[in-house]
């Protein structure tokens, strides 16, 4: 079927900030439409998000600058094209913009136009989102849903730097939505309730997650694992947990700074902490543990994740050799989010360099539907964990849930258990499961 019309509107997201949606009208009557989310720890390899910098619109972050491309210079481009063609369409959208980071045109207006394509395209093929990608993109790979990463503790840049690390997350075990999300939601209002014991606040930030103001990490960490304890759960059987520190953050001029206590942190220090946590708490993911740019250091925590993979495996011969029991317990994966901002020429330097075993996927880091699906390939093939992520500016669009079933990803990181823009994804993971 033909793309008759499109048309893009300034909407605004979740932090009340504009952003972009685009409608896509086929021959038949019919109308799809598709919204980007936007960032605020954002990398700065990231391809561009065109803002308008007129100070009498929205402070400058309006994107009538963004809306103006789609309705001018995309819509006569794709007008007449065969909508299921979604790789032409999106490399036709690449040429109009012809620049390496899309600040032509802007990669919220390019993202919004490629989103809604596929959209418009699953339907007039009568088939639901994340089985139109998964038929056309991934179709030797069985759909399957991906874990839970539920955000039930916001720090750093997304609650007034409370403490240093960004994202406490809790990962139910069972990757069936509604069993996971009925752990997580027990375990988060359990949460509330102690903290409004502690006359501690409950109010969230950005991504759901309450923000109390605590005086560690570790203490953030410890209640979390009473209020699972309340509820009968035990950390490593039904949930474990995983960590977004954001790095580059607090990263200046070679030390980590950490913002409570001041504390100017080396590499090898924050590294030697990691690990002290990972050991404590069972943390089963570090997402941005370092800066954006430290390769090296990634590679470090990457080459210790391994050698706790192998000392699991292979244990009693390692224990042999006196390494210390208690390291075996764990295996974790190190996560790279602003290091690769979902780029496949990023996340090959990245397998070439064992910097990382697993990539977080933002679809509007790169801009296009076509180049996530390479990052997803690229990153599964080297046998690395993929990790679908919203981000912390976001819509009531859940095209990710879908792209996280149907693509197969290992887990899906989408915030806390309240506010709708988060819930529209866990919800479609739900209607998915019953086949809806
Ligand atoms: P952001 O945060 O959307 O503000 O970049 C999410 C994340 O870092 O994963
Ligand atoms: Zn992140």
Redesign the pocket.
């Known amino acids: 079927m033909k793309i008759s019309d499109v048309k893009a509107i300034e909407i605004l997201d979740s932090r009340g900030k504009p952003t972009i949606r685009t409608f896509i009208k086929l021959k038949d009557g019919s109308t799809y439409s598709s919204s980007v989310?936007?960032?605020?720890?954002?990398?700065k390899h990231e391809a561009v998000e065109l803002r308008d910098g007129d100070a009498k619109r929205h402070q400058g972050q309006g994107v009538l600058k963004a809306v103006k491309n789609v309705n001018k210079i995309i819509r006569p481009a794709v007008i007449g094209l065969e909508v299921a063609d979604i790789a032409k369409i999106d490399r036709k959208l690449l040429k109009l913009d012809g620049t390496d980071n899309k600040r032509k045109l802007g990669a919220n207006a390019i993202l919004s136009v490629s989103q809604a394509v596929t959209r418009a395209a699953a339907a007039s093929g009568n088939l639901p989102l994340w089985k139109f990608i998964n038929q056309l993109f991934f179709n030797k790979k069985k759909p399957r849903f991906p874990r839970l990463m539920v955000n039930v503790i916001n720090g750093g840049?997304?609650a007034n730097w409370n403490f240093d690390i960004?994202?406490f997350m809790i990962v139910p075990t069972s990757n069936v939505p509604s069993q996971a999300l009925q752990v997580a939601a027990d375990i988060f209002q359990r949460l509330g309730n102690n903290l409004r014991k502690q006359k501690l606040s409950t109010l969230v930030g950005?991504?759901g997650g309450y923000s109390p103001v605590l005086p560690s990490n570790e203490q953030v960490l410890d209640e979390i694992l009473t209020a699972a304890i309340n509820c009968r759960f035990q950390n490593g059987n039904q949930f474990e947990f995983a960590l977004?520190c954001?790095a580059s953050e607090f990263y200046d001029k070679g030390r980590y700074i950490l913002q409570k206590t001041g504390q100017r942190l080396t590499d090898d220090e924050l590294r030697r902490y990691y690990l002290k946590l990972q050991k404590t708490y069972h943390i089963i993911s570090f997402?941005?543990p370092f800066a954006e740019d430290d390769w090296e250091n990634f590679q470090k925590l990457t080459s210790d994740a391994e050698r706790c993979r192998q000392i699991t495996l292979h244990g009693p011969k390692i224990f042999k050799k006196g390494r210390d029991p208690k390291t075996a317990q764990d295996q974790f994966i190190v996560v790279g989010?602003?290091l690769y901002v979902t780029n496949p020429k990023r996340i090959k330097k990245g397998i070439d360099l064992k910097a990382s075993s697993a990539v977080?996927i933002?679809l509007n880091q790169i801009g296009t539907v076509t180049e996530t699906i390479d990052a997803i390939k690229m990153t599964q093939r080297a046998g690395w964990k993929t990790i679908i992520?919203?981000?912390?500016?976001e819509t009531e669009d859940p095209f990710i849930a879908d792209l996280a079933y149907g693509a197969g990803t290992d887990f899906i990181?989408t915030g806390s258990v309240c506010r709708s823009e988060r819930l529209a994804k866990y919800n479609r993971l739900i209607e998915i499961e019953n086949k809806l």
């Open positions: 989310p936007s960032g605020a720890s954002t990398g840049k997304h960004q994202e950005d991504e977004d954001a997402e941005d989010d602003d977080l933002k992520s919203h981000r912390s500016g990181k």
